[in-house]
């Protein structure tokens, strides 16, 4: 079998549709249909079945695309590390990943550190909310992620290698004319009958957790597509917001901040994997605790980067 047809599949599965696959991998939708056509014939097994908006795989088409990404991630790995190699050169591009409010601050200050310190070196950035990132750490396209363990947590696999790098206490945004604005941490109590908005069910679920503990309940009258749209309902007067402490310096001029009394907080992690590792993970993850470590005090609880967080350790959320 050749590794271009399991590629071809797996980015059927991925995608759930031949065009799309056919568009991303520059090849025609014939041609995809005759290599996973071959690819059944090859195996004695359907591989794909169809329905109302495209293809997915059958149980046994499934059970072969984790073993075929396995091989991919495998053999791209191989790839990288040969060159890596050479001359003992960094010559693969660092792909890191980090949630939104991360990737804003303290994960470009990191890389800036590093490349001080290591010279050039290629790299990107892919802001996404956390379980997106851990797949994609697994399927080998990021080297390192920045993520949390806010709702729905953080799957314990043992592919990854993570590494708590402290507790970011969360804050609410409010328009800069807000009443409670300048006037310190305040109860959620006081905020009870406020219009809240949100852009994911991890930060709507700590503010609902949050607001239950307390014996009150918050009113998520208004959701955004994603951070900044949130920001953009706070700044214009529509709502007021739970966002992360460590988002307290990026915050465009329009929106600030007052600190809950006993705010729920989350644990912010890297995760690696475990298998070849990018030559500047490490130095990466040395700026990214001494990043996190700089932020504001009152937002942000910091901890040694000394190895791998322990079951049930210190990141678990307050909330």
């Known amino acids: 079998m ?7 599949f797996v980015t059927v599965c991925r995608l759930g549709s031949l065009s799309a696959a056919a568009a991303e991998l520059h090849h025609t939708q014939s041609a995809v249909s005759r290599q996973i056509a071959g690819l059944e014939r090859e195996l004695g097994v359907p591989l794909m079945e169809r329905h109302a908006r495209g293809v997915r795989p059958t149980p046994a088409g499934e059970v072969f695309r984790r073993h075929a990404q396995t091989t991919l991630n495998e053999a791209d790995r ?35 550190a590093l490349l001080r310190q290591t010279g050039s070196v290629r790299w990107s950035l892919l802001p996404a909310l956390s379980p997106e990132l851990h797949r994609r750490v697994l399927d080998g396209d990021l080297d390192i992620a920045v993520v949390t363990d806010a709702p729905p947590g953080l799957p314990q696999d043992p592919r990854v290698e993570r590494r708590l790098l402290g507790l970011d206490d969360m804050v609410v945004a409010l328009p800069v004319d807000h009443p409670r604005a300048g006037r310190g941490p305040v109860h959620i109590h006081d905020l009870a009958e406020q219009t809240w908005a949100e852009d994911n069910d991890g930060s709507a679920a700590l503010l609902r957790q949050h607001a239950a503990r307390a014996g009150v309940s918050a009113r998520i009258d208004l959701v955004a597509a994603d951070l900044p749209g949130k920001l953009a ?23 600030t901040t007052v600190d809950l009394v006993d705010p729920p907080a989350r644990g912010i992690y890297t995760i690696t994997p475990r298998r070849d590792p990018h030559p500047a993970a ?35 959320s307050r909330a």
């Open 2 to 8: 050749e590794l271009t047809v399991w590629r071809t």
């Open 233 to 255: 309902l706070v700044a214009t007067g529509h709502a007021i917001a739970l966002i992360p402490g460590v988002l307290t310096r990026a915050l465009r001029t329009d929106v």
């Open 78 to 112: 191989a790839v990288r590390a040969t060159r890596d190699a050479h001359d003992g050169a960094i010559n693969r591009p660092l792909a890191v990943g980090a949630t939104p409010s991360l990737a804003t601050g303290i994960v470009p200050e990191a890389i800036r």
């Open 282 to 316: 490490a130095p990466l993850l040395d700026h990214l605790a001494t990043a996190f470590a700089s932020i504001r005090p009152a937002a942000a609880h910091a901890v040694p980067v000394s190895g791998p967080v322990r079951e049930g350790g210190p990141g678990r």
